[in-house]
């Protein structure tokens, strides 16, 4: 099978389209033909070891000390079941799915092996696999978000980094879900998080959301620089600060944050699960999610798709196509 491959940390030239192994389906497993994968913030993590601080540390004790333990990138995909292994009873050939393989990779190959159990359900009859797979990653993560902190009509929610992968999929859920959300992020981005369903826009090159006086019920932070240090006064009593991204300082204080404020602080974990993605694509069925794709990139250029995420940019998702 062909898989873009990387075996040394860097940039986005250390990804290389090799011939591999297509691999085989053990017991309880399922063999899934990719059509389409996204390259995330996730990938650009794994690739470059750009933790957030403190993690720095820990990380390559997972993600390799010399070279990359996984060699195959890609947290996501969207295809189609070609064989099961003895025991599967979930699925069978033939069945159209999306979903997560999370830490364990691979999604940016012809071919990638999961447990029927893992994060996969089918796809919805009639989507492209570009749409459904440009859902999951910030779709999964804002399911996991709600499920710890469950938006109530009215509430008033801010979204940090409301243009991302994941912001985009905050600003509707909360929306679908009743807020009134105010979405940050820069000018070129104010009509995007407007048409998602945010009621308010706050360009963070001209106005700093922590000094502004107002307070939210609920705020997603997903871009590192909103800790619950800077957005205590930013919360109502009893608000909650959902932390996308944490570093180990975050992390460790959350508790101890939580209990001396009255304001929930909560560290969000990336852990794939089934009922999440069954969450996610059940919202997107009902018209309350829909996916945002910045580029579509064929396996090819999957440099140029790594590329484009390292600027930090980008809307929504940039898809990787492996088969139509
Ligand atoms: N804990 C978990 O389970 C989990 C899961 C997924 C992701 N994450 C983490 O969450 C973070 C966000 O992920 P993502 O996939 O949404 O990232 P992403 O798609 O790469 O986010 C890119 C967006 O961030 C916006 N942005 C950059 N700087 C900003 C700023 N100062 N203020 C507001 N917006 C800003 C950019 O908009 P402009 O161009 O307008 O600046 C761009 O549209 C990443 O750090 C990722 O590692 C954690």
Sequence with gaps: ???????????PDVVRVEDLPKPVPQAGEVLVRVHASTVSVGDYRMRTRDLPKGLEFFGPLTIGIFAPRKKI????????????????????????????????????????TLKES????????????????????????VAECIRQCPIKPGDEVLVNGASGAVGTSAVQ??????????????AGNAELVRSLGATHVIDYKVEDFTRNGKQYDVIFEC??????????????????????????KGMLGAGGNSRR??????PINFKPKPED?????????????????????????????HRHVDTGRKRGSVVLQLAD
């Design 1 to 11: 099978m062909r898989a873009a491959v990387y075996r040394a940390f860097g940039g």
């Design 73 to 112: 990138l890609g947290m996501d995909f969207a295809g189609v079941i070609e064989a099961v292994g003895d025991g599967v009873t979930r699925f069978k050939p033939g069945d159209a799915v999306v979903g997560l393989t999370g830490m364990k990779f691979g999604g940016h190959a012809e071919y990638v």
């Design 118 to 141: 893992e994060a996969m359900v089918k796809k919805p009859e009639g989507w492209s696999f570009t749409d459904a797979v440009a859902l999951v990653f910030g779709g999964h993560t």
């Design 173 to 186: 859920v909360a929306r679908h879900f009743g807020a009134v959300v105010t979405a940050v992020t820069s």
């Design 223 to 248: 871009v590192g620089n909103a800790p619950f240090e800077r957005v205590e006064k930013s919360l109502k009593p009893g608000g909650a600060l959902l932390l996308v991204i944490i570093d180990l």
């Design 261 to 266: 404020s009255g304001k929930r602080v909560i």
């Design 277 to 305: 993605v069954a969450f996610e694509i059940e919202l997107a069925k009902a018209g309350a999610l829909r996916p945002v794709i910045d580029q579509i990139h064929q396996l090819d250029q999957v440099v140029e798709a």
